[in-house]
């Protein structure tokens, strides 16, 4: 039944090791996205996908990367994690193509300490 | 540049009440807004989309209603159940683009 799964639910990892997020979806949808919440925070937007254009948002820092190798999945990779980078990460689909009733649908997220 | 408020960032209330959760933004092209709501440490469930066109939407216990003029969405919870304690997010998607913009979110917290 899950429409857009995050592996792994939590991540711990070290400062300064690369690590790596996963989303897959089964709904087929155009669009996938990367949010970063902090604690207390609204969900900020790191980049989207639409199909396989990269959309990457102005103040997304570098140490962010993404990677979309096919509709159903989308990888967040984090080159250099910092203190500042722990984190819930959640993954977002939704059709696109502009119509008013596109809703965004998101994954149970990915929980990132860094140590 | 499209900015989202969510007024007030807590509320503590007893059960059984009916309660109002406020919602503004600032541009008023927009494609549609949607209420969420987050449990501790989860992800976004979408719980009302409302179109442009549209001025509410009701599920269950909830109603939402949009004012696109003024910049206002209200979100209405009747007959509030401990259930109900989250954090409730609006956001907004503006036209021409897939992004949505949130705000921070009120933290609702019913007691029994």
Known sequence: DAMVIQNPRYQVTQFGKPVTLSCSQTLNHNVMYWYQQKSSQAPKLLFHYYDKDFNNEADTPDNFQSRRPNTSFCFLDIRSPGLGDAAMYLCATSRGGGKSTDTQYFGPGTRLTVL | ?112
């Open chain 2, 1 to 112: 540049k499209q900015e989202v408020t969510q007024i007030p960032a807590a509320l503590s209330v007893p059960e059984g009440e009916n309660l109002v959760l406020n919602c503004s933004f600032t541009d008023s092209a927009i494609y549609n807004l949607q209420w969420f709501r987050q449990d501790p440490g989860k992800g976004l469930t979408s719980l009302l989309l409302i179109q442009s066109s549209q001025r509410e939407q009701t599920s269950g216990r909830l109603n939402a209603s949009l004012d696109k003029s003024s910049g206002r969405s209200t979100l209405y919870i009747a007959a509030s159940q401990p259930g109900d304690s989250a954090t409730y997010l609006c956001a907004v998607r503006s036209h021409n683009t897939d992004k949505l913009i949130f705000g921070t979110g009120t933290r609702l917290q019913v007691f029994p």
